[in-house]
């Protein structure tokens, strides 16, 4: 299976650290947030990661090279500013990332999570597999709820999408390149039951603001 961070996002609520420098290379614990995702996939057994990027993302570039220094492949799909959202980025990316019609992981750049990605699934008998959090103090109201295994947008108590999942090409049927979300193709699928999930309730923070930013430096530091 291959996996794919997303690191195409402008980080507008972190200006001004992002003005100069992408979001997913911000340092967390002594390195760039991107890499704790590197390290956590190469030692999960993924050696072939694909990133796309948009702002800055010739630094991005700069910054990994070609991912030997960690034992694995990485390959890019560079997109156009201010980037092709969610949706859009993966969809882009299908050619690089698809493998006989395997699925493949998608992982937010912008999260910290010590999730053993071995904890997933390697098969999925759907279209997609998320992995779902408790609700943080920033998102109360959740995304998806989780019932025997399906995740559902209602009929139960929601919990928050992680950024983390598993997806079929075959999700993104019928879709046409350019910028969309990825949500409304989960919804549709999630209607079909064609979603499944699991609860994780390790570390996970989303770190989308300075605060959080600071959070997640300190939290690595103190572990």
Known sequence: MKA??????R?????????NTPKPLLMV????????????????GFSELVINHAWLGGQIESRLGDGAQWGV????SPEDEPGLETGGGIFRALPLLQKEGEPFLVVNADVLTDIDFRRLPARI????HLLL???PAHHPQGDFALKDKNVSSAGGPLLTFSGIGIYRPQLFTGCQDGAFPLAPLLRQAMQQNLVSGQLYQGMWLDVGT????QHA???????
Not at 11 to 19: C, F, K, V
Not at 125 to 128: D, P, S, T, V, Y
Not at 210 to 213: F, G
């Open 4 to 9: 794919m961070i997303l690191a195409a996002g």
């Open 11 to 19: 980080g507008e609520r972190m200006r001004p650290l992002t003005d």
């Open 29 to 44: 614990g002594g390195k760039p947030l991107i890499q704790w995702h590197i390290e956590a996939l190469q030692a999960a």
């Open 73 to 76: 492949h990485i390959t890019y």
């Open 125 to 128: 008998g759907g279209l997609a």
């Open 133 to 135: 959090v408790p609700n």
């Open 210 to 213: 300075k605060a959080r930013l």
């Open 217 to 223: 430096d300190s939290l690595v530091k103190n572990r």
